[in-house]
């Protein structure tokens, strides 16, 4: 393994060419301010979108810009529930029909864990 080993420079870790003539895209440094008093700012492309809000990098606290810049408030939809959803399919007179059906069936034995035992016991001696 050592005869074929690379002499000199290692693969990758120097480069010569230098840097006279490259132009760095335009950069801004914005800061932001963490509600535990933490202060830290970080390096954007001047053509980026600033996000107004940032996570600290020591607390992990929602950090805002120190400029002032505040982010813009979404409109929340309310949660639909179970019963939102059901109420856009049926009205209230349609759903207490619906109930008094199956409290009947229930009554009758014809619905819940008494309608399983029934239905086994009719098989087995038919």
């Known amino acids: 393994m050592a005869d074929r080993s690379l002499k000199g420079t290692g693969l990758g870790a120097k480069s010569f060419e230098d840097e ?5 895209a335009a950069r801004q440094e914005v800061g932001y301010d963490c509600p535990r008093e933490h202060h830290f700012s970080l390096v954007f492309s001047a053509e980026a979108d600033i996000p107004p809000v940032w996570e600290c990098p020591r607390c992990g606290a929602e950090s805002l810009r120190s400029d002032g810049e505040r982010p813009e ?10 019963w939102d959803m059901l109420r856009e399919r049926r009205s209230i007179a349609e ?19 008494t309608a399983f035992s029934r239905n086994t016991r009719s098989k087995k001696t038919a």
């Open 20 to 24: 006279a003539g490259v132009e760095f």
């Open 95 to 113: 759903l207490e029909d619906l109930l008094a059906e199956r409290l009947n069936l229930l009554r009758a034995g014809e619905l819940g864990s």
């Open 73 to 82: 408030l979404k409109e929340e939809k309310p949660t639909r529930t179970h």
